[in-house]
T-cell receptor, first 115, second 118 residues
């Protein structure tokens, strides 16, 4: 199946710093999504991207859908302690029936904020 | 926003027993639900696609006879891990596909079920 390469695997930053993470794929996706997962919980959607080249913001978060449809990045500005967690990118394809296939997830970026 | 309820949140069982996990869409009808498995410190891996009123579609490498999926109604899908073994211990997460107007489709995730098989 398809695989997503997500980097970095982990980030150790100071509070207030900006964060950037990205995902690349060997094949295209119709939709790119970014999720955050806290321990013992299901992932929570942060941003969804539906069009190649789309740049979308959600508060301090900004994400872009690459023009080739094979990559996406997520930026977090002015990080705060509650940003700690694991961030996953996910790609989604639309099947021939017009419905959505299950998501393919990246391996995650573990964000750690040092006091 | 739409809510997906997953139950139980955690379960401990003896090897050889079967465990059922429920996934409910509380305020919308979901003809399609997905089941994922996540091992510690790893990503979520799609196990199967559950379609209401029809057989589930399993990903390569997932045993359909071991992981039974039933999507008998538009708001409920169940995953039964049959004859569970310690290697089945994992975090299982469901998601439900919400279909709004036009192309507005969104996935909502349950809070997951931690299965520990002794």
């Amino acid at each position: 199946g398809q695989q997503l390469n997500q980097s970095p695997q982990s980030m150790f930053i100071q509070e207030g710093e900006d964060v950037s993470m990205n995902c690349t794929s060997s094949s295209i996706f119709n939709t790119w999504l970014w999720y955050k997962q806290d321990p013992g919980e299901g992932p929570v959607l942060l941003i969804a991207l539906y069009k190649a080249g789309e740049l979308t913001s959600n508060g301090r978060l900004t994400a872009q859908f690459g023009t080739t449809r094979k990559d996406s990045f997520l930026n977090i500005s002015a990080s705060i302690p509650s940003d700690v967690g694991i961030y996953f990118c996910a790609g989604q394809l639309w099947n021939s029936g017009g419905g959505a296939d299950g998501l393919t997830f990246g391996k995650g970026t573990h964000l750690i904020i040092q006091p | 926003g739409a809510v997906v309820s997953q139950h139980p949140s955690w379960v401990i069982c003896k090897s050889g027993t079967s465990v059922k996990i429920e996934c409910r869409s509380l305020d919308f009808q979901a003809t399609t639900m997905f089941w994922y498995r996540q091992f510690p410190k790893q990503s979520l891996m799609l196990m199967a696609t559950s379609n209401e009123g029809s057989k589930a579609t399993y990903e390569q490498g997932v045993e359909k006879d071991k992981f039974l999926i039933n999507h008998a109604s538009l708001t409920l899908s169940t995953l039964t891990v049959t004859s569970a073994h310690p290697e089945d211990s994992s975090f299982y997460i469901c998601s439900a596909l919400y279909r709004g107007l036009a192309t507005n489709e969104k996935l909502f995730f349950g809070s997951g079920t931690q299965l520990s098989v002794l």
